[in-house]
């Protein structure tokens, strides 16, 4: 369980360094951080706090979706978006701190290729553990629950759902849409191959470190 924490806690830090160096881009974030991005915006504050609010309130979106269906321990999910938020308050600190600005398209770039990379391997890291799911992937698996579709199907239309809820706030709000451009879009099939390339080199040995190698049908 030590081991597993580490990599868990590793897996939201570089999730969190991810965000904020997608927002550091200024490419727009990933489909799934549209939402705090955009709170942030409009009530002027810190998108680690925006995001561990957003968080919790889908948390609630899955006991309504689940009544009495809804998982006991899913509310150990608040302990999730409260460390997931805070890091992300860390992390844009780091970046405000010590981070170049973008001067060029060439640099933007950079920075989302690194928080493709980041996010995709903090949610490799995360997702072996099988401690704790985040908050928005327990909305997509209520979904599933809730409508007979398989896992995937859900969490894609989750999260496009939550992009065009994104954009009508900053309309409504900013009278411009922010956090949403091209970066969405690559990030939401790039982080994807990440995870896929991680698993392909790391997978059996961050599951032999676990100690998950005999479950799995894996020699030692």
Partial sequence: ????????????????????????????????????????????????????????????????????????????????????GTFISLTNRFFDAWMPVCSNYAMQLGFLLLSMACLGFGIFLYIETEIISMPAEGVAQALEIRTGKTMSTMKICFDWFVVLVSVVLSWVFLKEIRGIREGTLIAAFGVGLFIKLYTRLFGKTLRRFLGKAKAKGEAI
């Fill in 1 to 84: 369980m030590i081991k597993k924490g580490i990599v868990y806690l590793t897996g939201l830090f570089l999730m969190a360094f991810g965000v904020s160096a997608s927002v550091w881009s200024n490419l727009g974030v990933s489909p799934i951080d549209t939402v705090p991005y955009v709170v942030s915006e409009i009530l002027q504050t810190d998108l680690g706090l925006c995001t561990s609010v957003v968080f919790a309130v889908y948390i609630f979106l899955q006991f309504l979706l689940l009544g009495k269906r809804f998982p006991p321990q899913n509310i150990l999910q608040i302990i999730v978006a409260t460390i997931q």
